[in-house]
């Protein structure tokens, strides 16, 4: 199966079963509900419940659209988290990012005070969401691996870091911990929660896990390498942000050569760790898709 | 039982039990986790938790400090969402208060998108640890009950309205919505979450809830109150800050004495949902303690 067939298939119920879960944009009060719409459907690549979906799909062996039903709570939440960090990320104090995916971001279309809200609202949407699992021993257990993942010790505390080494000089390995968790944290539960509901053996879950972790931290340099030497229509937005908002990149700390080294081995070490799994093609992709973004 | 040593009793266990849930404030990022500590030990009154404590102490019919282990994932639940809100509330693009409980407010001592990350962060301790809940149906019953409350139809739902009705005109209609979904909802949870644990009957539980979202209303009334005539002792801020940010306030809109009225009607009320139940002594207490605000 085409990549392209897969993510567009997968998304599709995805962004229903959003949609569904979403108060609708008139429900009182509006104002909030429009936003957390606004950047819900705002373009996103929906690469955490897909890979999410695709980790699930592997460990049963078929893939089979029509029955992905149990899985949409766990493929909603993990958006819904994502969706909650970038209106954060994007505010004014934090990245002060004015733009997402070629649109005004939340807080320039609905106001800074309604974007914190709607940033609140989504993250305990994402667990309301979970508690819709119907074993639920799996329920709980889904919700204790993300709001780990979300946690000081994961998604936030590397967001922390980010925003405490703003205009700052930091070494290598601070900026690898920002990576491994902002983005890290998040990919790993995706893997992780498919684990959960598939009931995976505990050595599968470490190896998917780190595989993840590995696949996130690659993507983040090659999103630094494109920051530095890409254009907009591979980025997504415009090029040269890190630096103007003064932060480290790896180009920035260990050159451009040394960084695109650094990702070929991370995606080369990725693709080992599943390499000798059955059904892994869709996994594959993955990471055939991040090495294709490197320049 | 005096309320006062009822309070502080259950105070205590409720400040080691934080006090473990949280990572030490020297883990990394420590500033993070300094931010989190500063906002949960500020001398708030745990109202929440307590009121949680005592609606289950009601029904089971017995108060006993020594038995209240297995209510602590709940009743720290509560005090960590209601700092979440407080520090997102005080946000300079909120509410914009530089000061809490006469100390500064967290954005002011760690900067604002440490705050911003602070009160996340909180909110998603508040969910993990009631995963800690032993019984995983309980646990996930009261995981669906707290995330409901905190959501667009409750307490967020509440805080949005106020943040759009700010320097406009409201009615009192929409300044009731705004203070039983703003603060009525996280009361009403922790009534609720009580009667989830003890395995109360629909009923009970309904009538509690009201009890709950009564009292908190009137609390409100009594507090818009005391911001015209009330002082910096009683209020623990500085009066008269709704009028400086432009905000609607129950005298403003009926006048001093019919806010005193419905004030009191509302605590008559609260009061005859419960005189009835055998052990209500500390939800009288309540009562009592709101009465004795009223200027």
């Not at 946690?151 to 080494?165: E, K, P």
């Not at 990919?187 to 599968?204: F, G």
């Not at 995606?267 to 390499?275: A, G, H, P």
Request: aromatic share 6%; charged share 25%; hydrophobic share 40%.
């Amino acid at each position: 199966m085409l990549i392209q067939e897969y993510f567009q298939t997968r998304s599709e119920i995805l962004e229903k079963a959003l949609d569904s879960y979403l108060a609708p944009s008139d429900e009182y009060p509006s104002q909030l509900h429009e936003a957390m719409r606004y950047s819900i459907f705002s373009g996103g690549k929906r690469l955490r419940p897909i890979l999410f979906f695709a980790t699930y799909e592997m460990l049963i062996g078929r893939k089979n659209v029509n029955r992905l039903e149990r899985l949409l709570p766990a493929a909603c939440a993990l958006e819904l988290v994502h969706a909650a960090s970038l209106i954060h990320d994007d505010l004014p104090s934090i990245d002060n990012s004015s733009e997402r995916r070629g649109m005004p971001s939340c807080h320039v279309k609905f106001g800074e005070a309604t974007a914190i809200m709607a940033g609140d609202a989504l993250l305990t949407k994402a667990i309301e969401v979970l508690t819709d699992i119907k074993n639920i021993k799996v329920a709980l257990a889904c919700i204790q691996l993300l709001t780990r993942a979300i946690s000081t010790r994961g998604m936030i505390g590397g967001q922390a870091v980010d925003i405490l080494s703003a205009k700052k000089k930091i070494n290598i390995n601070t900026l690898r911990y920002i990576h491994l968790k902002k983005t890290g944290s998040l990919l790993q539960a995706a893997v992780e929660l498919a684990c959960i509901i598939y009931d995976a053996e505990e050595n599968v879950s470490i190896t998917l896990g780190n595989f993840a972790l590995n696949l996130g931290l690659a993507y983040q340099i090659v999103d630094d390498i494109l920051d530095e030497v890409g254009s907009f229509e591979v980025l997504g937005k415009e090029p040269g942000e890190d630096s103007r908002n003064y932060k480290a990149t790896y180009p920035s700390l260990i050159g451009l050569e040394t960084s695109k080294k650094t990702a070929e081995k991370l995606l080369r070490d990725s693709y080992n760790m599943i390499k000798n799994m059955k059904n892994n093609d869709i996994l594959i992709e993955f990471v055939n898709m991040i090495k294709e973004r490197l320049p």
